[in-house]
């Protein structure tokens, strides 16, 4: 049996999506002196950008999936299988998280977005 061919992530109506996004979203220019990463949606860069948006939102789901199984844990309320399952699979999920920031070329840091003055995402 063939391995399954990898996923690509590329569409052809992305740069109209970019334009429409640049016409109507502006966003404060960061302060100087802040380090923190935004989501920038460019052009030529919108399959990184979207890839760094989707990945984010896949790590907040990994963390709080996280702290529900640790929370399920000290209640006394999974099995040792269950427990065993939990943390192979979440695990594994990490390990997929990681490999596909590295596949956008993106850092650990490049997941945690400044959202203003709500702070950071994670």
């Known amino acids: 049996m063939k391995p399954p061919a990898a996923?690509?992530?590329?569409?052809?109506?992305?740069?109209?999506?970019?334009?429409?996004?640049?016409?109507?979203?502006?966003?404060?220019?960061?302060?100087?002196?802040?380090?923190?990463?935004?989501?920038?949606?460019?052009?030529?860069?919108v399959k990184n950008s979207l890839g760094q948006l989707v990945l984010t939102l896949v790590k907040l789901l990994h963390e709080l999936l996280e702290r529900q199984g640790i929370r399920r844990i000290e209640a006394g309320s999974l099995t040792d299988d269950?427990?065993?399952?939990?943390?192979?699979?979440?695990?594994?999920?990490?390990?997929?998280?990681d490999r596909l920031r590295r596949?956008?070329?993106?850092?650990?840091?490049?997941?945690?977005?400044?959202?203003g003055p709500l702070g950071q995402l994670l």
């Open 7 to 45: 996923a690509q992530v590329e569409s052809l109506a992305a740069s109209d999506f970019a334009q429409i996004m640049q016409s109507r979203v502006t966003l404060p220019p960061p302060s100087t002196g802040s380090q923190t990463p935004r989501i920038t949606l460019d052009q030529d860069n």
């Open 82 to 97: 269950q427990i065993e399952r939990l943390g192979l699979t979440l695990m594994k999920q990490a390990q997929e998280i």
């Open 103 to 115: 596949e956008f070329g993106l850092e650990e840091e490049d997941l945690n977005i400044d959202l």
